[in-house]
């Protein structure tokens, strides 16, 4: 589905971000900082022009069969959460599908996971368990119709599916995240992409990982990430 960019809609969203992003990083560190962004996330997304149009609704759960792709950041945040909210039982089969997961799917490029469905670890009896700190590929969402999340779901090898999306709200997910991952690689964190399983699964076996993340080290010592994808980053001024 072809769009049109709205410019001044997309950089006052990267402004905006990016001026926090970097306040917070430099004064509240870096697992705060993305907290707060979290949240403005969510409220850049409630307040797009076209969010009503939206079919995302609770129990609708096609795309947490999708590849999902996390930065380390939130991978960390996850994990602090799962510490604090879950039970030991929870707990327990959490990371079972995350190392089951994980075996799965390590070792494949993303067009290879693109054909794959795997349920989401955090997905138990059509709730996403995750809610609060679920990640960016997650909250940024965008379809207006879920016959093409379902088509896609039902036909994983078929790339040619063009579902419907809300323009706006995809500009402005997308404008949100790179704003604050542009900050985090200025401070000189890891912003690199990873898959989620496979990530949560390295950062489980490595304890030291998330020292070295702190220490604005690469965090797996056994994964090695991809550049995040921008999309509206070249929009955005630097800072001075
Ligand atoms: S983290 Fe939550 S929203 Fe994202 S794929 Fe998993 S269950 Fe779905």
């Not at 960016?136 to 419907?164: K, M, V």
């Amino acid at each position: 589905m072809e769009i049109s960019i709205d410019l001044a809609f997309i950089r006052g969203i990267l402004k905006q971000e990016a001026e926090r992003a970097r306040d917070e990083i430099r004064n509240q560190g870096m697992l705060r900082a993305h907290e707060n962004s979290q949240g403005r996330h969510d409220a850049v997304i409630a307040s797009a022009p076209d969010v009503d149009s939206l079919a995302c609704r609770a129990g609708c759960t096609w795309c947490c069969y999708f590849s999902v792709d996390v930065r380390a950041v939130e991978v960390f945040g996850i994990l602090d959460f799962i510490d604090r909210e879950f039970t030991d039982v929870q707990r327990g089969r959490v990371y079972a599908e995350i190392r089951a997961n994980s075996s799965a799917l390590r070792g494949l490029d993303e067009m290879e996971r693109m054909h794959r469905n795997v349920k989401c670890p955090f997905l138990d009896e059509g709730r996403c368990t995750i809610y609060a700190v679920r990640p960016q590929t997650c909250r940024n969402y965008h379809a207006t119709n879920a016959a093409g999340c379902q088509q896609s779901f039902e036909e994983p090898d078929n790339l040619e599916i063009d579902p419907e999306f809300a323009p706006y709200v995809y500009q402005a997910g997308g404008a949100h995240v790179d704003a604050f991952s542009n900050a985090m690689q200025e401070a000189g964190y890891d912003s690199c992409v990873y898959e989620l399983n496979v990530a949560l699964d390295a950062a489980l076996s490595e304890p030291a990982a998330r020292e070295r993340f702190h220490s604005k080290l690469p965090p797996f010592t056994k994964l090695v990430g991809t550049d995040a994808p921008a999309q509206f980053d070249d929009l955005l001024e630097p800072e001075g």
